[in-house]
């Protein structure tokens, strides 16, 4: 089995048997880890989905200090607890996630009280609130005006949203895709830069 090293280095030069070979080797471990914080089900495709969008912005500047599993674990953890704090500002948090919620606010990388970016700090965005105002204005309306309501100022879950829309789980995660990739080229064409890195949703 590859290491770890080679792994990452692969990923930096965008090959996509890496990237396949990452997204596989993880998913089920970064799984039962995150069941213990319960995690899962289409929570979790939600998380792990997430958590390798953030990987790949950020892979550029990762060292090896600590395992591959490692890292992605700690990006996991964060994309769950920021779903989780904001279920409870919209008062959706369920009682079994009270929890939950305590326990990862209290750890020391976690800061419950932070504003959450719209992007990655890792991502070099700047002058970004007028841009992503405007580029908002121009989607909001049809499907990806409300999906994008839906999922992420309420973070209803993709099978829920899928469920509103009368679509199954596959499209609907096909669609939220489609809407993020049209706000990102609304973005580009505001001037806003983003980082250069392969999309990984074709990997998974």
């Known amino acids: 089995m590859i290491s770890d090293s080679d792994l990452l280095e692969l990923i930096k030069q965008n090959d996509r048997k890496a990237w396949r070979e990452l997204y596989g080797r993880y ?16 929570d979790f495709d939600d998380v792990y989905q997430e958590t390798m969008i953030r990987f790949d912005a950020q892979c550029q500047n990762i060292n090896l200090e600590a395992t591959l599993k490692t ?31 305590a326990q990862l606010s209290t750890e020391e990388q976690i ?4 504003e959450e970016p719209f992007f990655n700090p890792e991502e070099e965005v700047f002058d970004l609130s ?11 309306s049809g ?17 829920e949203v899928a469920e509103q829309f009368g679509i199954n789980y596959n499209s609907m995660r096909t669609k939220i895709y489609e809407c993020k990739q049209s706000l990102k080229r609304l973005l ?9 890195s392969k999309n990984s949703k074709d990997d998974e």
């Open 27 to 42: 998913k089920n471990p970064i799984g039962n880890f995150m069941r213990n914080w319960s995690c899962k089900g289409p």
């Open 71 to 101: 890292i992605i674990i700690s990006i996991a953890k964060r994309v769950w607890f920021e779903t989780l704090r904001n279920r409870k500002k919209n008062g959706i948090l369920a009682d079994s996630e009270q929890r939950v919620f």
């Open 111 to 114: 800061k419950p009280d932070s």
């Open 130 to 140: 007028g841009k992503v105002v405007e580029a908002m204005l121009k989607i909001r």
């Open 143 to 159: 499907d990806c005006a409300d999906i994008f309501h839906a999922r992420y100022w309420y973070k209803i879950r993709v099978d």
């Open 188 to 196: 580009q064409k505001a001037g806003v830069k983003f980082p250069t």
